[in-house]
């Protein structure tokens, strides 16, 4: 069995094809086919059932594929652990939460590639939840993340403040509400409300605040970021009290100021304490740190 085994049979199984994982590989089908076969072989069990032109992974395909996601995976974080030691031509994993992939980390990432020293390092970009952020940067998965402050992180994971948002509340132009400019919190319960995802960090914040204040929204719907839930305020299904992002600006939608109330969210750079950096890395984080949006 060869790593070059397993990863055919990984691309096999994901695409459910020969002839297209053979085009993404750059090899000849039957080449692929002889390759499967001979594992199938060692293995001594069927991986593959095949429906036509379309192949599905047998009972035991699919333990097999569990057991081969593992090991590539490992191989993967290998490699990316080798490709930080070559100090300014490192890899750097980096993951955000959905607003900031509209303006800040294009403009941020093509400044810090500007500078001399920065040229050659390369970047993967994830984007998610806060908590899977915080839980990717422990398992070595991302070296740094944009996101929100989570306190049951604090003692692994070192965060310094970035971005400050405004929370406002948004309406449909045709809104009753949408006359005004500022509101006061209390009157968002007489309408239907959309939230953010109970389980992500501005969902978290939103109910805090709305409990704290003995308010009860009428909560119809829960979208995981702004972009989806000014879609729906867009379209009247409700009202929301959300991050004033700049991608707010594409919809047609009223923003409101929440009265007597001092709510903002707050983007951080969160990375890994106490682990090595390489020199790739160090300058990142000292970029970032410096780094003003014009």
Excluded: W
């Excluded at 800040?104 to 806060?130: A, G, M």
């Excluded at 940067?137 to 604090?154: H, P, S």
């Excluded at 009860?216 to 991050?243: K, T």
């Amino acid at each position: 069995m060869t790593l070059n085994q397993l990863l055919y049979f990984q691309t096999v199984a994901r695409l459910e094809h020969f002839r297209k994982a053979a085009e993404e590989l750059n090899i000849s089908q039957p080449s692929l086919s002889h390759s499967m076969a001979s594992l199938e072989d060692e293995l001594g069990v069927k991986l593959f059932q095949r429906n036509g032109r379309n192949v599905t992974l047998t009972k035991y395909g699919k333990i097999f594929l569990e057991k081969v996601d593992s090991i590539l995976f490992e191989i993967h974080l290998a490699e990316k652990q080798m490709k930080r030691l070559s100090g300014n031509k490192g890899h750097i994993d980096i993951a955000y939460v959905a607003p900031l992939s509209y303006i800040y980390i294009p403009k941020l990432i093509r400044n810090f590639l500007e500078e001399d020293e920065n040229k050659e390092v390369t970047f993967s970009f994830h984007q998610c939840l806060t908590k899977d952020i915080l839980s990717g940067i422990m398992k070595d998965k991302y070296d740094a993340g944009f996101c929100a402050f989570v306190e049951d992180y604090q003692d692994n994971i070192e965060f310094t403040p970035l971005i400050k948002q405004e929370m406002v509340l948004i309406t449909s132009i045709d809104h009753e509400l949408s006359t005004k400019d500022t509101v006061e919190l209390k009157e968002i319960e007489k309408y239907p409300f959309i939230g953010y995802d109970k389980t992500s960090a501005l969902g978290n914040y939103t109910r805090y605040i709305l409990k704290n204040k003995s308010i009860h929204p009428d909560i119809i719907y829960e979208c995981p970021d702004e972009n989806s839930i000014a879609s729906l305020v867009a379209e009247d299904f409700g009202i929301a009290i959300v991050a004033d992002i700049d991608s707010l600006e594409n919809y047609n939608i009223k923003k409101l100021r929440i009265n007597g109330e001092n709510l903002y969210h707050t983007v951080h750079l969160a990375y890994k304490k106490d682990s090595f950096q390489p020199k790739s890395l160090k300058n990142f984080i000292k970029f970032v740190n410096t780094f003003e949006l014009e």
